[in-house]
């Protein structure tokens, strides 16, 4: 699936998503958006995160997708790499190295041939040469083949609202697709005498047109060949490309063609690089993503970057190789009035910072942080004929009809009285013995939630009040001890570990200080 729409904005396409704005070169290309149910993907096509002359850089919304599919661009053989292991220079810097380039064969009686194709990139670098001829006051004619990029430039033309800002801020004063030194072409003047740079399809010199154009002037070493894109293996581009210093491009078996001109090669490529694709995974943040296009080994090298630098899954099939994703299915449900409630519950927390801020400070003044996190635990009920919700795990056990087991533990702790305490176990109340154990047990379990109810201790499940029975189904000891009081506690379970260093901190209070 390409793209090839370009809009400003988000359009509807049809009830499978939306369409955005995408192409590096191609006025009205696009990136898809598709959901069906819950499961969401994009596929981007070719795109380029940075602005050109003509075109402005991809953008998409921030979307919630399961899958993205993304080209990963092919070789330029320029620097022996993929885009997505490559990071380019500045636009300027190649930019500039063109202009030089074109400018010196023409300043030497040369003729030019920019093989592109018709859509895109003609249309920018004509751009650029028809701005540097200004500026130089250069009298050297430009020409374009007529055909297809003629009809192209009137679509640019028209279509000024789909074009980058810069463009769209100088059309009151002038039409930046309106060339003042470019020109169509006539096919008599091929051979005439004289310097002109000269745009040909197609762009790989695969055959047509700039075939034509290349076997008449690479013979000569005025001329000069500029192949500013990727070429295709098996076309005249990638031969030149490939060869250090080309001396002779053949054809077929029977044409062979003496290579004596300059091929100068530029990474003017629309695509994006390793930056551009790495910014794009990250705005996006699927949970997957696909790569496609590619060459095996660098786009095993840039599955392992997203992998490992933004820890999204991501895959680059073969071809007739079958890749499945898992996606989110979404379930809307009701909620129980019990279980609503549950939520309302406050979860306080108290702590103090350590920072060396408030390190200087004594206890009172230091600031106290208090935070609210509520976790609410509940049953999601899928029942026949009826809506799912979401219930409590009481509220659940009722609709079962069964009973709620759990183990819970219990002991009634005793706590003894120095022989030099000045009163006596029953001197002491309760509420001041329960506040002497709130403060030990704060200290020893600063992290855990303590809930001091007056007539009795809780941390988590480990419930703790004064026993005032004289037998005890929990209590061990016999002790006819006249200094001991006693706490009944419970615990559950799962806090059993958490019960017994609670109760060793009760067993051990020092009770002759704190009188």
Same mark, same amino acid.
């Given at each position: 699936?390409?793209?090839?729409?370009?809009?400003?904005?988000?359009?509807?396409?049809?009830?499978?998503?939306?369409?955005?704005?995408?192409? @590096?070169?191609?006025?009205?290309? #696009?990136? *898809?958006?598709?959901?069906v149910g819950d499961a969401?993907?994009?596929?981007?096509?070719?795109?380029?995160?940075?602005?050109?002359?003509?075109?402005? #850089?991809?953008?998409?919304?921030?979307?919630?997708?399961?899958?993205?599919?993304?080209?990963?661009?092919?070789?330029?053989?320029? !620097?022996?790499?993929?885009?997505?292991?490559?990071?380019? !220079?500045?636009?300027?810097?190649?930019?500039?190295?063109?202009?030089?380039?074109?400018?010196?064969?023409?300043?030497?009686?040369?003729?030019?041939?920019?093989?592109?194709?018709?859509?895109?990139? #003609?249309?920018?670098?004509?751009?650029?040469? !028809?701005?540097?001829?200004?500026?130089?006051?250069?009298?050297?004619?430009?020409?374009?083949?007529?055909?297809?990029?003629?009809?192209?430039?009137?679509?640019?033309?028209?279509?000024?609202?789909?074009?980058?800002?810069?463009?769209?801020?100088?059309?009151?004063?002038?039409?930046? $697709?309106?060339?003042?030194?470019?020109?169509? *072409?006539?096919?008599?003047?091929?051979?005439?005498?004289?310097?002109?740079?000269?745009?040909?399809?197609?762009?790989?010199?695969?055959?047509?047109?700039?075939?034509?154009? *290349?076997?008449?002037?690479?013979?000569?070493? /005025?001329?000069l060949v500029t192949l500013?894109?990727?070429?295709?293996?098996?076309?005249?581009?990638?031969?030149?490309?490939?060869?250090?210093?080309?001396?002779?491009?053949?054809?077929?078996?029977?044409?062979?063609?003496?290579?004596?001109?300059?091929?100068?090669?530029?990474?003017?490529?629309?695509?994006?690089?390793?930056?551009?694709?790495? !910014?794009?995974? /990250? *705005?996006?943040?699927?949970?997957?993503?696909?790569?496609?296009?590619?060459?095996?080994?660098?786009?095993?090298?840039?599955?392992?970057?997203?992998?490992?630098?933004?820890?999204?899954?991501?895959?680059?099939?073969?071809?007739?190789?079958?890749?499945?994703?898992?996606?989110?299915?979404?379930?809307?449900?009701?909620?129980?009035?019990?279980?609503?409630?549950?939520?309302?519950?406050?979860?306080?927390?108290?702590?103090?910072? +350590?920072?060396?801020?408030?390190?200087?400070?004594?206890?009172?003044?230091?600031?106290?942080?208090?935070?609210?996190d509520r976790v609410a635990?509940?049953?999601?009920?899928?029942?026949? +004929?009826?809506?799912?919700?979401?219930?409590?795990?009481?509220?659940?056990?009722?609709?079962?009809?069964?009973?709620?087991?759990?183990?819970?533990?219990?002991?009634?702790?005793?706590?003894?009285?120095?022989?030099?305490?000045?009163?006596?176990?029953?001197?002491?109340? @309760?509420?001041? %013995? %329960?506040?002497?154990?709130?403060?030990?047990?704060?200290?020893?379990?600063?992290? $855990?939630?303590?809930?001091?109810?007056?007539?009795?201790?809780?941390?988590?499940?480990?419930?703790?009040?004064?026993?005032?029975?004289?037998?005890?189904?929990?209590?061990?000891?016999?002790?006819?001890?006249?200094?001991?009081?006693? %706490?009944?506690?419970?615990?559950?379970? #799962?806090?059993?570990?958490?019960?017994?260093?609670?109760?060793?901190?009760?067993?051990?209070?020092?009770?002759?200080?704190?009188?």
């Amino acid at each position: 699936m390409r793209g090839f729409a370009r809009s400003t904005d988000p359009r509807q396409v049809g009830p499978l998503g939306t369409v955005a704005i995408v192409d @590096p070169e191609v006025l009205g290309a #696009a990136m *898809f958006y598709a959901k069906v149910g819950d499961a969401a993907i994009v596929y981007t096509g070719d795109y380029n995160m940075t602005p050109d002359r003509h075109l402005g #850089a991809a953008q998409i919304d921030r979307l919630q997708l399961d899958l993205v599919i993304t080209e990963h661009p092919p070789k330029i053989l320029l !620097d022996r790499s993929t885009y997505a292991t490559t990071y380019r !220079d500045s636009k300027y810097v190649r930019e500039r190295e063109f202009l030089k380039a074109v400018h010196k064969c023409v300043e030497d009686e040369g003729k030019v041939l920019i093989p592109t194709f018709a859509l895109g990139r #003609a249309q920018e670098l004509c751009m650029l040469l !028809d701005d540097y001829w200004e500026r130089m006051n250069l009298k050297v004619p430009i020409y374009f083949s007529a055909g297809l990029t003629i009809q192209a430039n009137l679509y640019y033309k028209v279509l000024i609202n789909w074009t980058s800002q810069k463009v769209k801020d100088t059309y009151v004063t002038r039409n930046a $697709f309106d060339f003042k030194n470019v020109c169509s *072409f006539d096919r008599s003047l091929i051979n005439a005498p004289g310097p002109y740079v000269l745009f040909a399809t197609p762009g790989m010199i695969g055959g047509g047109f700039s075939l034509e154009v *290349f076997r008449q002037w690479a013979p000569c070493e /005025k001329n000069l060949v500029t192949l500013p894109g990727y070429c295709l293996a098996g076309t005249v581009g990638h031969k030149l490309m490939s060869a250090k210093r080309p001396t002779q491009i053949r054809l077929d078996e029977d044409v062979q063609i003496d290579v004596r001109c300059e091929i100068h090669q530029l990474s003017f490529s629309p695509h994006t690089d390793a930056k551009g694709i790495m !910014d794009l995974v /990250k *705005f996006l943040s699927p949970k997957h993503v696909i790569l496609v296009h590619g060459e095996k080994p660098k786009m095993a090298m840039l599955k392992e970057r997203i992998e490992s630098e933004l820890a999204i899954q991501c895959y680059y099939p073969a071809n007739n190789e079958t890749v499945c994703i898992s996606s989110t299915h979404h379930v809307e449900a009701g909620a129980s009035d019990a279980f609503l409630q549950s939520c309302l519950c406050p979860n306080f927390k108290f702590s103090k910072p +350590n920072s060396e801020r408030d390190s200087d400070l004594d206890d009172s003044n230091k600031r106290t942080i208090v935070c609210d996190d509520r976790v609410a635990q509940g049953i999601l009920m899928l029942e026949k +004929n009826q809506n799912p919700k979401v219930v409590g795990q009481n509220e659940f056990m009722e609709v079962l009809g069964v009973e709620n087991h759990g183990v819970k533990f219990a002991h009634c702790c005793p706590i003894y009285f120095p022989d030099s305490e000045s009163r006596d176990a029953s001197g002491r109340s @309760p509420s001041s %013995l %329960l506040c002497l154990i709130f403060e030990q047990l704060s200290r020893a379990f600063p992290g $855990f939630d303590l809930h001091d109810c007056q007539e009795q201790i809780r941390i988590r499940s480990f419930v703790g009040s004064f026993c005032s029975k004289e037998k005890c189904l929990h209590r061990t000891d016999v002790s006819m001890h006249s200094r001991v009081t006693h %706490l009944c506690c419970s615990w559950s379970l #799962a806090d059993e570990e958490l019960a017994w260093k609670v109760l060793s901190i009760i067993k051990n209070l020092e009770l002759a200080n704190a009188s």
